[in-house]
Every structure is written in C-alpha cells, then in structure tokens.
C-alpha cells in the first residue's frame, strides 16, 4: 500500500512539474524551467580558469568616435582572445580584460622613453558587448572599440597598448605589445561615429594614472 502511494506521488510530481515546463538539470540536481536546463547552444559560457590573453590589431586599427568634423583619432579596434584550461582556441572569462596605451617617445640618448597615458578597466559586464557573435576559427573572443579622451593629443605619434587580463583571483596575464602610429590630422581612418554599447548604463572606468 505505502508502496503504490509513493508511486503515486512520484507521478503525480512528474506530471506536475511537466506542466509547469519544468525539468531536472542534469548539471545541478534541481527542478528549473525547461528553458533554462543543460548548455545553451551557441553559449560557450564562462570559465575562471584563464591562462593566457592575446591580441589582434587589423591593418588599419584607427576609429573616430568624436562626429566634429575635424577626422581626428580618437579610438582603436583590434580583438582579444582569452585562452582557456582545455585548449588554444579562445573562451570567454569572468575577470577584467585591462588595456593600458602608452606614449612611446625618445630620449637625448635615442633611448625609447614608453609614458603610461590611459586605461581601460572592463570587468565581465562591460566587456560583455564586446563579444563576438560567432565563434571563429581562434575561439570565441573580444571585439573592442575603444575611445581614448579628448585631452589626449597623440596625433601623429608612436603609441604602445598592452593588454591584459585579471582572473577573480587576482592573477595578472599579459600580452605581448602592440606598437602603432596614430594617423596625423587629415588622413582617412575608419570612422566609427555611433558610441560604444553600453550595459545598464555603465561606463568604462577611466583610472587616473598620475595617482
């Protein structure tokens, strides 16, 4: 008797739950919405364990941001790839993607002099727009668009950016450099005149490097 009114139960709990749209993941244990239950397709989620960060830079990386008219370099594009536990190909993390420009000028000895200028510090959240929509023969990775501010003059200059990644432990993991030149005022870059995406309102931390 105890028997058939467990079974009953139990089936009783099946049908419930299936007309609720609600199933057991198989990850967790735990009775979520259908929807919400094993991988997504095309979601390649998130991993903690990064072990390396790389870069791309494009031919021609320049962007203006800034719609005056005057054609001045404000920005840059390039792509960052994380490298995961279990492969080469790229992931996404859950830790801050750094990007530090630096002024690359020359001292009266013809020694290179490399001036910390700016910083973009992107934790997941703002780094999320910047994610490609497709995977892509390197891994899925980071399309950034990056402004630099106004008060920057850097035209026609030699710039350095490193970029950087910080896990949720605290471990810092560089790229190699990437050295450029920014066009002079006049020449034709890539304009890019609609601003960054931005999620539930926030901003890019700007980090006073005089401090």
């Known amino acids: 008797m105890r028997i058939a009114r467990r079974y009953l139960e139990i089936t009783l709990i099946v049908c419930l739950t299936a007309a609720s749209g609600c199933v057991r993941d198989p990850h967790t244990g735990e009775w979520v919405p259908a929807e919400h239950a094993g991988p997504k397709t095309g ?31 404000d920005g840059v594009k390039f792509n960052v790839f994380l490298e995961g536990p279990h492969g080469p190909k790229g992931v996404f993390g859950n830790g801050d993607i750094v990007v530090d420009m630096y002024r690359i000028d020359s001292a009266p000895d013809g020694s290179e002099v490399a001036s910390h200028i700016h910083r973009w510090d992107l934790d997941s959240s703002e780094a999320y727009p910047w994610r490609c929509k497709k995977e892509t023969s ?21 710039v350095a950016f490193l970029v950087r990644y910080r896990r949720d432990d605290g471990k810092l993991l560089n790229s190699s450099r990437q050295i450029l030149r920014v066009p002079a005022r006049g020449k034709k870059p890539i304009r890019f005149s609609d601003p960054p995406p931005r999620t539930g309102g926030t901003k890019m931390k700007e980090i006073d490097v005089n401090r």
């Open 43 to 73: 979601d390649p989620g998130m991993e903690s364990n990064i072990i390396g960060v790389s870069k791309f830079f494009p031919a021609s990386p320049w962007l203006v941001f800034d719609a005056d008219g005057s054609g001045r370099v």
């Open 138 to 158: 390197m891994g899925w990775g980071y399309g950034l668009r990056l402004q630099w501010p106004a008060t920057l003059d850097v035209q026609g200059r030699q």
